[in-house]
């Protein structure tokens, strides 16, 4: 390795210039002076590895210090640190684990790695003794893994709730404010560059639950892998459940949850209906937010842009600069600690309150079949609302809190009532019995 004391810089192995990575270099051309003065060194883009040489890229970078060859700039004994903003599981985990092992430190931004495979990569960091960071791969340019992991280390974290898919987020915002339907405002997130053209890993839920298991391991310190993580998207939100959730107080998120139940832990990404007083119910348009409970602490919030090359930049520039300094001073950044073995959940013992939307014959006795069915599986309606629908009439009902086996179960047995023409959307309620 280069004599950092003696030269003063170090050299970076980027891997991947994206959205992503050009900001970054971007940010370390026009902040040097800043950065030489908070990290005590000059960072310096070496070598970057991307896919497509020929493709013309706005960053003051050589083109000379391009290449095709990942591993080549991962193995150079001039690099120093390694920078991980290309994606995916392959090569970026082979990539991450040979920099490791070759004592580099790794910075990445690569929440789907993470989420599959992060024990692999953390262990060998311990074992290697370097650092492997990782602000960006969670809420983008909202700092959270360094106040979960350093500031909150100290108090006992409850649960954290998170809107952390800006796409989703849009879309419901459009949803609630104007009235579109999901189909056109997922349109509107594609032309304004939210939504990718296959929205799939946003509008399923898969990119939130992705960021669900980060924030569950960190912050409870336990072994959670993507397949833990219950996960529900919003293509079902229906504009009805829209004016429901308003006309009873409440706005419809996509809400990552992880909380501590009785020793276990649930980890769970679904839309969900939140009070209209809620601190996330503010959150709009494409923005990001969490929110802690915490023996000592409270609650606290955490909100900001969640996604987008540049936030997204800043968070891996900050990581960039701890490992720089802990580099040249022989130190290590705070590392998230053994994973322990928390028993997950399985989500049928997970208890919430519910919302219901069926559509029922209009006649007497209709209540009574369908509170039956509510009775005998232990589930308690809370408040029922009843409007008409020409000859048949819609019934809206918000149950206490119960198991979601039960509501399950409750669902399955409303489908074979006679009266029952159909049972539309179930929604979870975040309400004042959390």
């Known amino acids: ?8 810089t170090v050299r970076v192995g980027l891997l991947g210039c994206g959205h992503v990575g050009s900001a970054l270099v971007r940010l370390i051309d026009e902040h040097a002076d800043v950065i030489e003065s908070r990290a005590g060194v000059r960072i310096e883009i070496t070598r970057v590895a991307v896919r497509n040489l020929a493709r013309e890229r706005d960053v003051p970078i ?8 990942a591993e080549g700039v991962v193995a150079d004994p001039a690099v120093d640190v390694v920078v991980e903003v290309i994606g995916g599981i392959e090569p970026a985990r082979s990539l991450i684990t040979e920099a490791l092992k070759a004592g580099k430190p790794v910075v990445t931004a690569n929440k789907e790695l993470l989420a599959n495979v992060g024990k692999e990569l953390f262990e060998t960091a311990e074992g290697s ?14 700092p959270l893994i360094r106040p979960l992991r350093e500031s909150l280390a100290g108090d006992r974290i409850r649960r954290v709730i998170g809107i952390v898919n800006g796409t989703t987020n849009y879309i419901l915002t459009r949803m609630t404010e104007e009235g579109a339907s999901f189909h056109d405002a997922l349109a509107e997130a594609q032309t304004l560059g939210y939504a990718e053209r296959d929205p799939t890993a946003d509008i399923e839920g898969y990119d939130a639950a992705a960021k669900a298991t980060i924030i569950a391991s960190i912050a409870f310190g336990a072994r959670v892998v993507a397949g833990d993580v219950y996960r529900e998207g919003i293509a079902e939100i229906s504009n009805h459940d829209i004016t429901s959730a308003h006309d009873l107080g409440y706005i419809v998120k996509l809400l990552a949850v992880a909380e501590e139940i009785d020793g276990d832990l649930a980890v769970r990404v679904h839309p969900a209906m939140i009070p209209v007083h809620h601190p996330l119910a503010s959150v709009r348009e494409s923005l990001n937010a969490l929110f802690i409970e915490a023996d000592a602490v409270g609650e606290l919030m955490l909100y900001g842009r969640g996604a987008g090359g540049s936030p997204t930049a800043s968070a891996v520039l ?12 022989g130190g290590r950044g705070a590392t998230i600690g053994a994973l322990g073995k ?6 049928d013992e997970v208890e919430s309150q519910f919302y219901l ?3 029922v014959a209009d006649q007497p006795g209709v209540l009574a079949k369908i509170a039956d069915q509510f009775g005998r599986h232990r589930v308690s309606i809370k408040s029922m609302q009843q409007r008409g629908i020409g000859a048949d009439a819609r019934l809206i009902f918000v149950t206490h809190r119960a198991r979601e086996a039960d509501l399950r179960a409750t669902v399955h047995a409303l489908r074979d009532v006679d009266v029952v023409h159909r049972v539309g959307s179930v929604l979870r309620v975040l309400g004042d019995e959390d």
């Open 318 to 329: 900050g990581d960039l600069i701890d490992a720089a300094k802990n580099l040249t001073s």
């Open 1 to 8: 390795m280069a004599d950092l004391v003696a030269e003063e």
């Open 357 to 359: 939307l069926m559509e």
């Open 342 to 347: 928390l028993r997950v959940r399985p989500i």
């Open 129 to 142: 003794g370097v650092d492997l960071l990782f602000e960006a791969s969670v809420a983008g340019g909202i």
């Open 62 to 69: 050589p083109a000379g210090r391009f290449t095709h060859d």
